[in-house]
């Protein structure tokens, strides 16, 4: 049965859209978006992952359903926040932490924040801040969507985000997909808010504090967050296996969800055991 949307009111009145699905007797496992994107971006994973996992999926401030308030930008701290709010809300506890892009950047600030509250994390395409550079590329998407809309904006970002057999193959599919999530039935101060609500992210002087094992996954044909940026990321966390996947863009999740599937369940069942065996 398919799950239906539902809402969560947080104590500052937003509303997050989420959905609960899988195996409701499995450990909790959070699927965390990516920028300019929603629930949607995981139909792939799903699945894969439901027969084991209990899942949680939601949008944050600004993406799909959830509210996008006028005051911005919506800074990545902040979406972090809200999401931990909404994990009491619904008593999740513990769950593992899947994440893409500025999904994975959230995640990193909730498991520095709360290194004692998840056993673990698969990031995908997880730099450390938000450099110079990114900055520069943020701000031209933040512009071509002001000026020319979402398939403007979309045909600037897309050479950065997706591998190039993988972009040829699918990018009318793609154009049409960024064109509903960003569209004329969204709010553009939404999608401008998440996109300025990057700039300056920096967690860098925090990785430290993450206790739990991390893997961290860069496509080695990433061009908007290259495997030697994301290696940093993995040098600042103590319990970090970092792999370069061959033939895969920014979105692995999106570009090969069966392999990423496999990653994310191989990953789950070594940390588990090694849980089990020190008895945890």
């Known amino acids: 049965m398919r799950a239906q949307p539902t809402f969560a ?23 965390l978006n ?7 971006m995981w139909a792939g994973v799903l699945p894969g992952l439901a027969d084991r996992f209990r899942i949680l999926t939601f949008d944050s401030r600004g993406q799909g ?19 931990w709010e909404l994990f009491q809300l619904l008593g999740v506890r ?18 520095a924040t709360h290194p004692d509250a998840f056993p673990g994390a ?34 600037a970002v897309a050479p950065f985000l997706w591998g ?23 709010p553009q101060h939404g999608n401008l808010h998440q996109i300025r609500g990057t700039l300056g ?15 961290l996954l860069s496509g080695a044909e990433d061009l908007l967050t290259p495997p030697w940026k994301c290696l940093e990321t993995a040098r600042g966390i103590a319990r970090s296996r970092f792999e370069v ?17 496999a990653r994310v369940r191989a990953f789950v069942d070594d940390v588990q055991g090694d849980l089990d065996e020190r008895g945890f």
């Open 122 to 155: 698969v990031l995908t395409s997880a730099m450390p801040r938000f450099d110079f550079a990114m900055g520069l590329k943020a701000e031209h998407w933040a512009r071509c969507l002001e000026v020319g809309g979402p398939l403007m904006q979309f045909d």
């Open 9 to 31: 009111t947080l104590s500052s009145g937003v509303k997050l859209h989420y959905r609960v699905q899988g195996n409701p007797d499995g450990p909790w496992l959070v699927l």
């Open 245 to 261: 996947v061959p033939g895969i863009g920014h979105a692995y999740p999106v570009e090969s969800p069966k392999a990423f599937v």
């Open 65 to 83: 359903r959830s509210d996008a308030p006028e005051a911005g930008p919506y800074p990545t701290a902040l979406l972090a926040a809200e999401a």
């Open 34 to 40: 990516g920028l300019l994107s929603d629930t949607t």
């Open 201 to 215: 992210w920096d967690i860098r002087d925090r990785l430290a504090r993450i206790q739990a094992p991390v893997l």
């Open 164 to 186: 190039d057999a993988f972009l040829e193959a699918r990018h009318g599919v793609l154009r049409a997909y960024h064109q509903v999530v960003t569209g004329a039935d969204r």
């Open 94 to 111: 513990r769950p593992w932490l899947v994440g893409l892009s500025n999904g994975s950047a959230m995640s990193l600030e909730l498991l």
